[in-house]
């Protein structure tokens, strides 16, 4: 057994909600999971990561968890898991779920105890503080969702500490009952046969135990953000030196289990490729990490150079997983592009061709854009909150489009739970499988070429000079050496080879002719 099969893999994000809809309620579940694993299989994938499907009332859509060892009833049950996980793996993917460690919902049994009175035997489970003098919260640390990050809690007379929704207290990690009752979680899943575990919002672990102000950060164009979470330098609030001890609790318990690991997610605050180089360095932190940081630049040739430039600078002990779109951030191929077929493929391209292990988030292979939703059909509390500046994560969240000939896309034959949007019809996988140059017919062709590449999937990166619009590296392992290249923008580019490579017949990349790169091009060269 490869143990290390994470370096280098591909993995596929699900949100249960929207994948696939079994029972005619709008809203996707497990069941229908297992029923379009086909497709995912049939990507080339290695594994899927599956976001919540504990018990919650959702008020943040499962991030929210009140049971987590049960299954919500939107989502089927703990038997329809153990269907979707012997499925998974009958056709050779391995799964991972999500662990929401920092935080739960305030219907949890933990917190139902916790705020009934000081004095009950998980009273410090959570973090409470006494007031001020004049009855204001203890320090100014702001929730990422907006307002104050405490919440006056009567039947304690203390505030309680929440970096999201005040539905959402935070778990106090320093507390050995908590941490063994996490990993008694973590265990629970994994006797059940998971691969792993996404960890959730890593740099909310732990927080400066003295509960010292957060220093102001001025915007530097002196116009107020939208988000006055920008407003502080978050030194004590989070991201902590100390969180890499939770993080080797959970990496002990995966070592008892060969095969398993580990996804953190980073935040974008701070030095995020310090810390994901030190979460992911050696045999005692965890296995993987991603961050959002790399997600919210603009796109361009220099952009990129500059961002790969740092990520291999900078991550040299660890691994990074990266991903271009997520449940959390606008599609790429409307956040950086243009939407088009044409962009769609470059992404794919690139991110599928760059060192470490990846991340596709569904979707992302038929192309699909931003879901443009009014108001009244948001259910983000994200959104709603800071609307309409902000839009919040709704747009990236809608149903799959599965046929374009049924309703709803073949999502679901009640309401969906969001909108379909009509451009995404066009999109449907059922039209795009019959497409022999549809987007997600590129994703089949490149991720089968990508296996019979050593250097993409284990090799060296090393940046080359390019241009203003051609992204160019080096990727190199002991049995091959590639060229890539990577046209950024609409129109062609040209490019200067020198002696010795020669160009390689990779899926959906044409040859350069007259020294020209197709607009939003890719080519791939042997040395």
Known sequence: MNHDWWRG???????????????????????????????????????????PFYASPMEDFGYDVA??????????????????????????????????????????????????????????????????????????????????????????????????LASQPALNLRHPEVLAAQEAVGQFWLDRGVDGFRLDAVDFLLHDAALRDNPPRPPADGVTPLKPFGLQHHRFDMAQADAVAPMRRLRGLLARYPGSTTVAELSSEGDVLDRANLYTAGEAALHMAYTLRLMRR???????????????????????????????????????????????????????????????????????????????????????????????RDGCRTPMPWSSGQPNAGFSPGRPWLPLPEAHLALARDGQAADPHSVLNAYRRFLAWRKRQPALRQGRLTLVPGSDAVLAFERQSAEQRLLCLFNCRPGAAPIALAEGWTWLDGPGCERPADGLLPGYGAAYFAG
């Open 298 to 392: 603009g796109f361009s040739a220099a952009l990129l150079r500059q961002a790969i430039g740092e990520v291999e600078a900078r991550v040299t002990d660890g691994w990074l997983c990266w991903a271009f779109s997520n449940h959390d951030v606008e599609r790429a191929v409307s956040r950086w592009g243009d939407g088009s077929p044409a962009f769609a493929k470059l992404l794919m391209a690139l991110l599928l061709s760059l060192r470490g292990s990846l991340c596709i988030y569904q979707g992302e292979e038929l192309g699909l854009t931003e879901a443009a939703l009014p108001f009244e059909a948001l259910r983000d509390p994200y959104g709603k909150a800071f609307w309409p500046e902000f839009k919040g």
């Open 67 to 164: 049971d987590h060892c049960a299954v919500d009833p939107a989502f089927g049950s703990l038997a329809d898991f153990d269907r979707l996980l012997q499925r998974a793996h009958g056709l050779g993917l391995k799964l991972l779920i999500d662990l929401v460690w920092s935080h739960s919902s305030d219907r949890h049994p933990w917190f139902a105890a916790s705020r009934r009175s000081s004095g009950d035997a998980k009273a410090e489970w959570y973090v409470w503080a006494d007031a001020k003098a004049d009855g204001t919260p203890p320090n100014n640390w702001l929730s990422v969702f907006g307002g104050s990050a405490w919440t006056w809690e009567p039947r304690r007379r203390q505030y309680y500490l929440h970096h999201f």
């Open 9 to 51: 893999a591909v993995l596929y994000h699900i949100i249960p909600r929207s994948f696939q809809d079994s029972d005619g309620d709008g809203i996707g579940d497990l069941a229908g999971i297992t029923a379009r694993l086909d497709h995912v299989a049939a990507l080339g994938v290695d594994a899927i990561w599956i976001s």
